[in-house]
């Protein structure tokens, strides 16, 4: 889909002129979209290439290694399952992040480097979200509660959902992930291969995977935040069948601390859709982890919203 926007991120640096036209982008994208590009984010290539790699040879060791982080308690802080959704399926793989040193001896010891490459990727992407975030929030003109977002954003938990979606054929399509919206405040993707879509216009439109790019999609409270005005975007994963290589994704969440309420910005309120001031309840990522766990069959973004 050529016209969903790119971010070149060091514009951000460049001069005046040039960062108000990057946020004016970042604000349409996310207002229209919940959806951009981001390239020249400052990842280096070896460390997404190792955050690939050790998470396919994750994702190949035995069953029964992968088995001892198996669990389908939500809110376990290292979980690893087979998830079958409807028509769906994939092998899923969620880590705590941040802070990591409090994680990190959590995590798979196998393969060998795993905790370090993934170490590695995951306080590269954190740097990247942080700046990202700070251009988002400058993007709603928030300058009451610009440094109070910021510092709570960088305290926050991050957390990486690393998925692997086997080879399908025309026969067996039970591969892939069912529209959802992140729970986040923004989440980072990094995918091996193309099979990301995202509604817009009541249509799927499938995103390329632009060489060197990462994808930055706007989560439910980042929704919230904006008394929506961002969306939160709605989408899935649809590996194309006949592909005959394991597809990985790796989605970098980042939230405020798991108790940290989270409510419209005070100066947005007044502009909420069809007369209202705010449009959300105020909401923590513990409460969306027990909405999970209920089984309740509305989307939590309908749970929090103010008729």
């Known amino acids: 889909m050529a016209d969903l926007p790119i971010i070149n991120l060091p514009l951000l640096h460049r001069d005046p002129l040039a960062k108000s036209s990057v946020i004016k982008k970042i604000r349409d994208a ?24 050790v998470s396919g040879e994750f994702f190949q060791l035995p069953m029964a290694e992968k088995e001892e982080l198996a669990s389908d308690d939500v809110c376990k802080e290292v979980r690893f399952c087979k998830l079958e959704m409807g028509e769906f399926a994939r092998d899923f793989l969620k880590l705590y992040a941040n802070p ?53 954003f960088e305290q926050g938990l991050q957390t990486l959902v690393l998925n692997s979606y086997a080879p399908c054929s025309e026969s067996d399509k039970k591969i892939g992930a069912p529209p959802h919206t992140d729970h986040s405040i923004i ?50 994963a649809i590996p194309s069948c006949g592909d005959s290589i394991t597809r990985l994704s790796i989605a970098s969440l980042h939230n405020l601390a798991i108790d940290e309420v989270v409510e419209p910005a005070a100066e947005l309120e007044i502009d909420g859709e069809d007369g209202n001031s705010r449009m959300y309840k105020g909401s923590s990522l513990r409460d969306y982890l027990k909405h999970l766990a209920s089984g309740e069959k509305r989307g939590f973004i309908e749970t929090i919203k103010i008729n």
């Open 187 to 236: 989440t980072v993707l990094l995918q091996s291969a193309p099979g990301l879509e995202i509604e817009n216009g009541e249509t799927w439109k499938n995103v390329p995977n632009l060489k060197g790019s990462l994808q930055v999609l706007v989560g439910v409270h980042l929704e919230v935040i904006s008394n929506g005005f961002y969306k939160s975007v709605l989408h899935r």
């Open 30 to 53: 996310c207002h229209r979209y919940g959806f951009f590009h981001v390239v020249d984010h400052g990842i280096p290539d070896r460390v997404i290439e190792d955050a690939l790699k």
């Open 100 to 152: 990591l040193d409090h994680f990190l001896a959590s995590w798979p010891r196998s393969p060998p480097y795993y905790r370090e490459k993934m170490g590695i990727y995951s306080k590269e992407v954190r740097k990247l979200s942080i700046e990202l975030f700070g251009a988002i929030v400058e993007s709603l003109n928030l300058d009451n509660q610009t440094n109070h977002l910021q510092k709570n």
